[in-house]
C-alpha cells in the first residue's frame, strides 16, 4: 500500500496525542479535492478488552460502580478532544497549507486496513480490496470481495466470491501488501428476516454512520 508524505506528518504529530488519551492511532485517508479532507482513525490500544470481552463493573472502596480502567472502545470524547489538540498542532506545524477538513473518528464495523498486520486478527471474515493494477489471473479486473486466507509476512492470501471464469471454481490468490491500493472489511449482519417465535418476522436494520467529530478545520475562518 502506497504511502503518502502528508500522511506520515499528519502521523507523526497524532500518534503521542493519541497515545496520550489512552487510544491508538489507526489510520490516516487523505482525500485530495477543491478541499483537502484528513480522516484520522483511533481504535483501542491493542491488548485492550473487544466490547463483547469487556470486564463488568467493578466496586469501588466506597461501594460505588466504577468503570473498569481499560476503555471498551473509543468515546466521542476522545474523538473530539484528539481532534481539538491535532488541529491546533497541525495549524502551529503548518502542516497543511490550504484549507482542509479534519475528521477523528473509530474505524468501524467495516473498518478500512492501512498496514497487513491489522488483517490478521481477522483471518476468515470478508473484505473488499482493490488492487493497484489488475491481476494476471483476472484480466482487467482489480476490485474484489473476498474471505481472508491467511497472512504470511507481506503477503495477503484471500478467496474471491467469483472465479475468473464461469466454469472453474475460485481459487485462492496470493498478492503482495505493496499491490493493494485499500481494502476494508465487510460487516455481515445477521439474518433477522426469518420467522422469529410467535410467528413473526424479524427485520434487517442497516447500520447508521457515525458522524465523525470534526475539528482544526476547514481552515478558512471558521469555527467548529
Do not use: N
Request: hydrophobic share 40%; glycine share 8%; with cysteine.
Amino acid at each position: 500500500m502506497s504511502t503518502h508524505p502528508l500522511r506520515d506528518a499528519v502521523a507523526a504529530i497524532a500518534t503521542p496525542l493519541a497515545d496520550a488519551l489512552g487510544i491508538a492511532l489507526w489510520g490516516i485517508e487523505i482525500i485530495d479535492g477543491g478541499r483537502t479532507v484528513l480522516r484520522v482513525y483511533v481504535d483501542v490500544k491493542p491488548g485492550m478488552p473487544a466490547p463483547e470481552a469487556a470486564a463488568p463493573e467493578t466496586a469501588a472502596p466506597d461501594g460505588e460502580a466504577t468503570e473498569d480502567i481499560a476503555p471498551e472502545r473509543v468515546t466521542i470524547d476522545q474523538c473530539a478532544r484528539l481532534s481539538r489538540q491535532l488541529g491546533l498542532a497541525l495549524d502551529v506545524e503548518d502542516v497543511v497549507r490550504d484549507a482542509y477538513v479534519l475528521e477523528v473518528s473509530s474505524p468501524g464495523l467495516e473498518r478500512p486496513f492501512f498496514e497487513i498486520a491489522q488483517i490478521a486478527p481477522y483471518v476468515g471474515r470478508t473484505i473488499e480490496l482493490t488492487l493497484a493494477v489488475p491481476h494476471p489471473e483476472w484480466p482487467g479486473r482489480r476490485k474484489f470481495r473476498a474471505d481472508i486466507v491467511r497472512v504470511e509476512g507481506d503477503t495477503l492470501t484471500f478467496l474471491p466470491d467469483t472465479a475468473p471464469r464461469p466454469d472453474e471454481d475460485p481459487a485462492p490468490i496470493s498478492v503482495a501488501w505493496d499491490d493493494v491500493k485499500k481494502a476494508h472489511l465487510i460487516h455481515i449482519f445477521p439474518d433477522t428476516t426469518r420467522p422469529q417465535p410467535g410467528g413473526k418476522s424479524g427485520q434487517r436494520k442497516k447500520a447508521q454512520p457515525k458522524k465523525p467529530a470534526r475539528g482544526g478545520a476547514p481552515h478558512d475562518d471558521t469555527t467548529d
